[in-house]
Every structure is written in C-alpha cells, then in structure tokens.
DNA sequence: GATGCTTACGATACCCGTAAAGATA
DNA sequence: TATCTTTACGGGTATCGTAAGCATC
C-alpha cells in the first residue's frame, strides 16, 4: 500500500471511476492507475470497485468504508505539508477564502486590507462562489476558510462559526410611493414587483419564508446573485429591491433609497466554515480573528476537537 | 513521503530515537532507516529530530507536531487491514482484550464462554496487565479492547464505558473475632494488620481514600496483584484481606469467611476502555455488548464519533 | 573500544510509460 | 468505430542490505 494507490482510489471516486480521466488528474498514464488499482486489491484481497466486464461502475462496500479511510489519510498527508510550512516559513504561504458575492464585497473588504498588512507575504485568494460550491471546496481542501450565510450546516465535516449578523432592506427608486409607507409591511411589499436574490443565496430563504408565514405571494420578477445586479434593475424601474442592507452604499447609490425592515424578514447570521481535520497554518486563525474577535486560535481549535472527525451519519 | 518512512518516525520515537533498534523492531537495516530519515527531512525541509553530532536526541517542534499526524495515518492504515478483513472474513480473525487480574478471572469468564460460542472463528486473546500497560496496549493498537477499574480515565485518545459495579468485602480465617462485629467498621479492621492490593490496582486507591477520610493509618502488611494471592496469606494467618467481593468463592474458599461493607469503601466502577479512530472488528461490538446489553454498537460509536479525535490538550 | 550514525555501492524490486490487444458502448 | 481497460514489456528509479568510515560515549 502505498499513497500512488491512496490517491488513485479517491480520484477515481471523484472522475466516476473512469481511470483515464483519474490518470490525466494524477499526471500519471492510464495503465500505471490501473495496475496500482489491481495491485491495491491482490493486496488488501478485496474488491473495491463493482465492474461491468472491464468498465468500473462504482465502489463496493468495503471500497466505500475504505474511502472514508483513505480520505483521511490524504488529508493527513496534506496536513504534514501545511504543518511543516507552518515552520519554515511563519508568514509566508497561500490563504484560500471562499465567499458568497455579497460576503466578498461588503463584509470581507473590511478584514482583507489588515490581514494584508498583518501578513505581507501571504498569498491571499479570495474566491467566489455559491453555497454549493463553497462546501465542496472547503471539502476537497482548495479552500482554507468559507464564508457564507446559508448550505454550510448539515455538512458534518465541516464546522461552522457565527460572523456577523445583518438584516434585510428595501431599496426604491428615489421618489418611490413607499418611502412614505411607516412602517413597511409585507403587504405594502407585495403590491410592488420585486427583485431580489436566487433561491439558496444571501438570505433569500428567509425573504419566502416571511411571505409564506403572511399568506402572501409576492410577485418576483426577477432574481440575481448579487445586489450589484438588483440595484441596476430597481434603478431601471423594474421593480422594488430586497438586498442585504450592507449592500447599499448612499454615497454612490444616489438614485436610491434604502427603506429598513429588520422587522420583517428576521435576522440573517453569516458564518465562517472550516473542514475539520484540515491544518491551517496560524495565520488563518489570524485571519478568522480579525473577522471577530471571539474567535481566537483556542476557541476555535477546542471546538474542532470537540466535534465528531468520523461522523456516523457519513456510513 | 511513503509509509515506511513514516513507521520509521514513529518507531523511532517509541525507540528512544535509537536507529538501530528501530531497524530491527521494523525489521529492515539500520542504514536504511538513517536514509529513510534524511530523505523524508529533505524533502520536507525541516529538521524533524533534535541532533548531537550524529545522536538523535528527541523531535523537534515540528517533528513532535508531525508525530501526532503520522500516528494518526498509521492507524488509519491499520484500520483499513481490520476493515478488509471484516468484508473478507466476518466471524472470522483476531480480538485482543486485555484486562486486569480480577477482571480476567472473576468478570471476564461469564461473558467469554458465551462469545467464543457466538464466534467460533474468531482468535479471542485475553491479556492480563496493569493499567498503564493496558493503556499503552490501547494506544498502541496492541490491543483492542480494555476492561479496568483504574487509570483509564484523563486518556484523552481513549473513550472508556461503564460495564459493571462492585464492591470490596472483607475476608477473614474461619472462626476470626471479626465476623462477630456488626456492622464493620473502618476502626475495627484497622486493629488488624490487612493484606490488599497493589496501589492503583483494583479500587486500591478507594481504601486509601476512605481510611484516610477517618483519619486512621491501617497497618498494611502486604499487598498482592491479585486476590489469590490475597487469599493464600490471609488463609496463612497473616491477617485479614480486603479484596473485591466476587473474587470469592464460598465454594472453593472453605476455609475464609466473606464479610460485607458495602458500606465501607463506597462503590467501584469497572470500564470498558476504546481507542478513538481504533477501527474494531463487528464482533469486538458484540463482545462489548455481551458485557453490557446497553452497549451496543451504535452507542458505542455514536460515542466515539461525538468525541475528540485530534484533542488540544496533546499539543 | 563499544555502540551508533552516515555514506558508498551493488543487487533487487518497484514504478512508470509506451504499445498492443481485448472489452464495452 | 470510438472509448476505455487490461496486459506485456523495457527503461528508469527507488529501495534495501552489506560494508566501510566516523562520531559519540
């Protein structure tokens, strides 16, 4: 057994099992995964792959268990290479954060530029991406830290810490009917079309659930990824806009105005996610703290000790 | 980085960094070995032991964080031979219990003759042990499952489960002035000099604890592993005996009288004890539940999943 | 001087990639 | 037929053990 064939097994899983893809990702040839897959087995005296004649479908159940297994010891493995960084060059190194749109622009602009000038020498990546995404980037290890507001429970691999809190708002085109309407109901709302975010971002889950409560069915015209792109639309007349109300910048957002209803759609909380078992090098709990400063390097490293590394539920 | 060189780390911590041992423990040459470690620091970068001349003394920094890492992939990889052999062979392989004196002979024969009928197949070896090797046995993964009344706890790497309760009794001559006082009491043995067990031993530390609690020194003439022992120098008129009550058999014991107290020592709890991230065999499980119908497997590994794996405290 | 670590070197085994052959869709 | 996997084979590399050279105690 040796780590060539650990590898192997977890990008075939990930390539669904089409070694030629696995040997292109591994930068080896078809052939050598192949062996390494047949050795592997004569070794263990196991079938870990389920075939149709010479094709490989999927994995059987040990080839599932010994995944979990081998994943951890990939992570393990990438973990050494973290730590022994972690010594040779304190500062230095790359930090992967992976954000929402509106995390990206209007929450993180406020940590970013202090980290940078904390750690001059790390290599900071700030990706974007959806919920969905950022899991599985946190999951694979691209991603050092996720920051996102909704998706990142319910995934018992990773664990997650509360940011900051934020609300809703209402943005109008100035001179809007509803700027006169105190306090703002969701009726009021309702008799407007909207536009807002996509199903699954930035809080949009709580906007329908706050409807749905009311009995009301709010007529969305249109949904976007980004406040960016919905204040563009309500400036154009298209309709009123629900954004996170850090979004709204009145200094450049002139032709609008920001109408608060923190009443009605609730709190929003946005969190920070990380992979347990994954090593981050100091400078990422820096970074996590400069993002809040409960979260220092002990409270965070007790909480990811606390919690399950194999989590039942994964069987 | 392949795992020879990591079973070298490892060995070589458990060898007092002798690379000569280390070699013969891993049964390979002591030239090897040294190249092992320098191949593995180069391509790393980091010195992983600390060196006098060409001694090694210990780990560095570095090496005693990548230890950590290494032990947990090395027992990964010990857990993916158990998980093979499980899918292989179910009812079929090796179990290692240790346990205490008293456990192995007064606990352990009421579930062992049971099991053994339940699996056939399976090579049941019962160590016997004090604590500390039964932890050692534990976290080495020697053994697979531990059962002691002591020094399990405050193992941070093991998970220990309650299995049953007990009591100490008291055992005299037939005929002893003793068995007419009633109730016992702590002053009353202490005019006797008293044979017992080993401290840190069988609840040893509970009689300390309770004579010392009433403020009266025993005389203790004697100490033993194990209440045979006991029993033999107590029959020999050396004095009176204070051993866990079902270490007797009125049977075989003709010529002793048990006398309770209950009262006296408080109650003692005996442990099953587990190795966290140890993978165990289906039938291990089912050993354990013979044990304790409540322990089953999924509350075991329930348990298990909801503890830490990578704990701070070893940092 | 005994023990223990490093380096050198030759034999072996292992790993990789090319190429050909067989299987699957 | 095109795609994919297995097997065969040759070149290269890594690993291993012996032996010699040094450092440490």
Known sequence: MNFQQLRIIREAA???????????????????????????????????????????????????????????????ANNIKSLVEQYSKRDE?????????????????????????????????????????????????EADIGVATEALHDVTKLDTFPYYTWYHAVIVPAGHPLEKVQPLTLQALAEYPIVTYHEGLTGRAKIDQSFADAGITPEIVMSALDADVIKTYVELGMGIGIIASMAFNPAKDTDLRLLKCEHLFGANTTYIALRRGHYLRSFAYRFIELCSPKLDEVTIRARLATHPAINIADR
Request: net charge positive; hydrophobic share 40%; with cysteine.
């Open 14 to 76: 990930r390539c669904n099992f089409n070694l030629t893809e696995v040997g292109n990702a591994l930068f080896t040839s078809q052939s050598g995964v192949s062996k390494h897959i047949k050795d592997l087995e004569d070794e263990l005296g196991v079938e870990l792959f389920v075939r149709k004649g010479k094709r490989l479908l999927g994995l059987t159940d040990p080839g599932r268990e010994l995944l979990e297994i081998v994943e951890r010891i990939l992570l393990d």
């Open 93 to 141: 190194g790359q930090l992967t954060v992976i954000a929402t749109h509106t995390q990206a622009r209007y929450a993180l602009p406020k940590v970013i530029p202090e980290f940078k000038k904390a750690f001059p020498k790390v290599h900071l990546k700030l990706h974007q991406a959806g919920p969905n995404e950022i899991v599985s980037m946190l999951l694979s290890g």
